[in-house]
């Protein structure tokens, strides 16, 4: 059918917003408006204004807005096309006119909806008279009170071949066949496809019996079993509980997401009217997108064993391509063989409640699925490690959350395999070849080092002795992290450099330059690699290798001291100084680190002056 805009604008006009809004918000006068808390996210303070004059809601503290088809779709959770039915009904409108298919394809429709709805109030009475003994008793070992069984509608289908049949037989059987009640089997009558089960309806948004999960009674297999997909019913887009989570999920902000019916039905008689279900197969994308059309972030609460932690990894993987900013999952892990309906009847809702507010962020679901998929004592392990993570983070389609995940797993890689540093300790000399330096620094750019701060004038040099000498990035991968403190376009020249060298040990300078130039960084390194603007050995297009090794060692060392040094002075508390002679102690000491952090680093510089000079002399 074609929805004009006068049609709609019509039925805008028709529907008072506020009687609508007031049907599940409490909304007081307020002049020519109407005011309460807004219904969309927790508050105390009513922000939420409804306009009968402009027809439309809006939330001064979560900035929802829309009108009376918005609020239906949004508050709700219906389908756009039955939101306006729903409200044309009311309104008294008649809904245009379809074309024959559509019409047909609708007729069809309703009448597969009053077969399910005949269909589940036959199992109801079966469930309530002498058939459904068996049934009410396995419904009184799992807890589930008669009330809570009548909010579902539960039923139980009698183990006969023919009597759901014969009770709905004015529908005949091509029908029932349709709406999957019966199974036709070539050569064969239509018999009854649910025979012995207890049965649960499952219903659309708008709370009509759509199909049903039949579940045996003793220890038969299968456990569970659908309806098939029919007009009606399409399994991959329905989620089990969706027309009573959906509100509910706007007043406490969250929506769980639960392995089946038993633990939202068990949920739901616990207080946690959020909980929806699969129906018996993995998240789809479908059910993701409506999953995210509640709330940003669903909590999936799967079984705490071994396949249902597997169930809560797939959903984990299907859902990386669909994320956005603010949009994405996270995970409770509950105990070890237990499902929320064990949870909650052992603990009570407290239990549970307690698990749901310390949920798993997604990212920490998958970094520690893939750590653990593999020993990583080799570096092939580990390069597999990095491989995959790099595939994950690439099959996301947004290109910001992509870029974020990207240096999340960069940056949990380099920490996961960093050795533990042992503590800068000064000290008068230079590590290696007995080199003593002079008590002071006397150059202008010696003098300078002591002028600045070293974070900014160490990370500079460093970074281009790194791409002179590629091979030495191996030897510092456990410290050279601090340079990822890098912004801009430097940070991002650095971590290709790393990447580039790790892939590749025996890269060489000069190709090294080459892949920096195909990615963009051609410029920026050219500028790097300016000898004359760097007074290290390391920047220099010729130097003794042994000394840019050692030089490279000592400017890393210090850089990364500093910083710690710094902190730890900035930690000390002055009151405490000037009244404990040990706090003043300490900070003397840190005093005399700082100082032999800055006397290294014009040493460093001077030595590689004084070689040079020794050069030109020679010359």
């Known amino acids: 059918m074609a929805l004009t805009p006068q049609f709609l604008d019509e039925l805008r006009g028709r529907t008072s917003l506020s009687a609508l809004v007031g049907k599940t918000t409490k909304l007081t006068k307020a002049g020519r408006e109407h005011k309460g808390c807004c219904p969309f996210h927790n508050e105390k303070t009513p922000s939420f204004y409804v306009n009968d004059d402009k027809g439309f809601y809006h939330c001064f503290g979560c900035s929802a807005h829309g009108d009376a088809i918005k609020w239906m779709t949004d508050q709700r959770g219906l389908p756009f ?259 929320p309906d064990d949870l909650v009847r052992a603990g009570g809702p407290g239990a549970f409640e307690a698990l749901l507010k310390t949920p798993e962020q997604l990212v920490d679901r998958l970094w520690a699925s893939e750590v653990a998929a593999e020993a990583l004592d080799t570096p092939e392990q580990r390069a597999g490690l990095k491989r995959r993570l790099h595939e994950l983070a690439e099959g996301i389609a947004d290109p910001s959350v992509k870029q974020q995940y990207h240096a999340e797993f960069k940056n949990r890689f380099y920490e996961h395999f960093k050795p533990a540093r042992v503590p800068f300790t000064p000290r008068g000399e230079r590590p290696s070849g007995g080199w003593k330096p002079p008590a002071a620094p006397v150059t202008a750019d010696a003098k300078a080092f002591r002028a600045i701060g070293i974070d900014h004038a160490l990370a500079k040099p460093i970074l281009a002795g790194l791409i002179r000498h590629p091979a030495e990035i191996t030897r510092h991968m456990e410290v050279l992290g601090s340079l990822r403190l890098l912004d801009g376009e430097l940070g991002r020249l650095f971590e290709t450099v790393v990447d580039v060298a790790l892939e590749d040990q025996k890269l060489d300078s000069g190709r090294l330059l080459t892949i920096l130039a195909g990615s963009g960084f051609k410029s920026v390194a050219s500028d790097l690699l300016r000898a004359d603007t760097m007074p290290f050995s390391f920047t220099q297009t010729v130097a003794d290798p042994a000394r840019v090794r050692s030089d490279l060692d000592e400017a890393i060392m210090i850089m990364v001291a500093r910083p710690e040094v710094d902190a730890a ?17 300490r900070q003397m000491a840190l005093v005399k680190e700082k100082l032999a952090l800055e006397v290294r680093l014009a040493n460093l510089v001077q030595s590689n002056e004084d070689a040079r000079a020794l050069g030109t002399e020679g010359d």
């Open 81 to 339: 096309m039955d939101a306006v039915k729903e409200l044309a009904q009311a309104a008294g409108m008649d809904m245009p006119a379809m074309d024959r298919q559509s019409a047909a394809k609708a007729e069809r429709a309703k009448g597969l909806h009053e077969v399910m709805s005949d269909a589940a109030d036959w199992f109801t009475e079966q469930l309530n008279g002498l058939p459904g003994t068996d049934a009410r008793a396995l419904l009184d070992r799992r807890g589930i009170k008669p009330e809570t069984a009548r909010a579902f509608g539960m039923g139980f289908a009698p183990d006969s071949r023919g009597k759901l049949k014969t009770a709905l037989k004015d529908y005949g059987d091509p029908m029932l066949v349709e709406s999957g009640m019966l199974i036709s089997v070539e050569g064969k009558d239509p018999y009854d496809r649910f025979r012995g089960r207890l049965m649960i309806p499952i219903r659309d948004p708008r709370g009509r019996t759509i199909a049903f999960g039949g579940r045996v009674l003793d220890g038969g297999e299968p456990k569970y079993l659908n309806s098939p997909d029919t007009p009606l019913f399409d399994k991959g887009r329905t989620l089990y509980n969706l027309d009573k989570a959906a509100p509910a999920s706007r007043k406490s902000g969250r929506v769980l997401v639960v392995e089946g019916y038993m633990d939202v039905i068990a949920l739901a008689q616990a207080g946690f009217g959020e909980a929806v279900a699969p129906l018996g197969t993995a998240l789809t994308e479908a059910q993701l997108e409506r999953l995210w059309r509640m709330v940003d972030v669903p909590l999936l609460c799967f079984d705490g064993d071994g396949a249902g932690q597997k169930a809560s990894l797939r959903a984990a993987h299907r859902a990386l391509p669909l994320l956005a900013p603010g949009r994405s999952l996270a995970f409770v892990t509950l105990p070890q063989g237990q499902d």
């Open 569 to 585: 002075l900035a930690g000390v508390n002055k009151e405490e100084v000037t009244l404990s002679a040990a706090a003043f102690e």
